[in-house]
Protein backbone atom coordinates (compact mmCIF):
# COMPACT_ATOMS: atom_id res chain seq x y z
CA UNK A 1 0.00 0.00 0.00
CA UNK A 2 1.22 3.53 -1.01
CA UNK A 3 2.26 5.99 1.87
CA UNK A 4 -0.46 8.48 0.16
CA UNK A 5 -3.34 5.56 0.53
CA UNK A 6 -2.10 4.89 4.42
CA UNK A 7 -2.13 8.55 4.98
CA UNK A 8 -5.27 8.71 4.02
CA UNK A 9 -7.22 6.10 5.70
CA UNK A 10 -5.04 6.32 8.62
CA UNK A 11 -7.67 5.90 11.82
CA UNK A 12 -7.98 9.19 13.96
CA UNK A 13 -7.17 7.36 17.01
CA UNK A 14 -3.68 6.22 15.58
CA UNK A 15 -2.88 9.77 13.86
CA UNK A 16 -3.16 10.82 17.60
CA UNK A 17 -0.95 8.16 19.69
CA UNK A 18 1.20 5.98 17.12
CA UNK A 19 4.18 7.72 18.13
CA UNK A 20 3.49 6.78 21.90
CA UNK A 21 1.99 3.67 20.79
CA UNK A 22 4.79 2.22 19.08
CA UNK A 23 6.70 1.72 21.83
CA UNK A 24 3.59 -0.57 23.48
CA UNK A 25 2.66 -4.45 22.70
CA UNK A 26 1.39 -6.05 19.39
CA UNK A 27 3.13 -2.96 16.93
CA UNK A 28 1.57 -0.65 19.37
CA UNK A 29 -2.33 -1.64 19.57
CA UNK A 30 -2.06 -2.61 23.34
CA UNK A 31 -1.82 1.04 23.90
CA UNK A 32 -4.32 2.07 21.52
CA UNK A 33 -7.02 -0.57 23.17
CA UNK A 34 -6.14 0.07 27.11
CA UNK A 35 -6.50 4.44 25.53
CA UNK A 36 -9.48 3.92 24.08
CA UNK A 37 -11.08 2.15 26.72
CA UNK A 38 -9.89 4.07 29.50
CA UNK A 39 -11.56 7.50 27.57
CA UNK A 40 -14.67 5.54 27.26
CA UNK A 41 -14.95 5.23 30.78
CA UNK A 42 -14.06 8.94 31.66
CA UNK A 43 -16.68 10.27 29.34
CA UNK A 44 -18.80 7.81 30.31
CA UNK A 45 -19.14 6.38 26.77
CA UNK A 46 -19.96 2.58 25.94
CA UNK A 47 -16.92 0.66 25.52
CA UNK A 48 -15.69 -0.16 21.94
CA UNK A 49 -15.94 -4.14 22.58
CA UNK A 50 -18.09 -6.03 25.36
CA UNK A 51 -17.73 -8.89 27.69
CA UNK A 52 -19.12 -11.44 24.71
CA UNK A 53 -16.15 -9.94 22.44
CA UNK A 54 -13.67 -10.47 24.88
CA UNK A 55 -14.75 -13.78 25.55
CA UNK A 56 -14.76 -14.39 21.76
CA UNK A 57 -11.18 -13.20 21.37
CA UNK A 58 -9.70 -15.01 24.10
CA UNK A 59 -11.41 -18.18 23.06
CA UNK A 60 -8.95 -19.10 20.38
CA UNK A 61 -5.35 -20.18 22.46
CA UNK A 62 -7.49 -22.59 24.39
CA UNK A 63 -9.21 -24.24 21.72
CA UNK A 64 -6.01 -24.30 19.81
CA UNK A 65 -4.68 -25.98 22.87
CA UNK A 66 -7.48 -28.93 22.89
CA UNK A 67 -7.37 -28.92 19.25
CA UNK A 68 -3.80 -29.83 19.01
CA UNK A 69 -3.94 -32.52 21.85
CA UNK A 70 -6.59 -34.18 20.22
CA UNK A 71 -4.50 -34.40 16.85
CA UNK A 72 -5.48 -31.07 14.97
CA UNK A 73 -8.74 -32.01 15.51
CA UNK A 74 -11.40 -29.55 14.31
CA UNK A 75 -13.46 -27.43 17.47
CA UNK A 76 -16.65 -26.07 17.54
CA UNK A 77 -16.17 -22.07 18.49
CA UNK A 78 -18.73 -21.35 21.52
CA UNK A 79 -21.34 -19.00 21.24
CA UNK A 80 -20.96 -16.54 24.11
CA UNK A 81 -24.25 -15.01 23.90
CA UNK A 82 -26.46 -18.05 23.85
CA UNK A 83 -27.82 -17.37 20.10
CA UNK A 84 -28.59 -13.59 21.04
CA UNK A 85 -25.95 -12.16 19.20
CA UNK A 86 -26.58 -9.60 16.56
CA UNK A 87 -25.88 -9.51 12.80
CA UNK A 88 -24.60 -5.92 11.99
CA UNK A 89 -25.53 -7.13 8.76
CA UNK A 90 -28.72 -8.22 8.91
Not at 8 to 22: C, I, M, R, V
Request: glycine share 8%; hydrophobic share 40%.
Amino acid sequence: MSDDLKKKYEHPLWTQLGPKAQSGGHGGMDYVMAWRLIQCMREGLAPDFDVYDAAAWSAPLPLTEISIAKGSMPMKFPDFTRGNWKNPRA
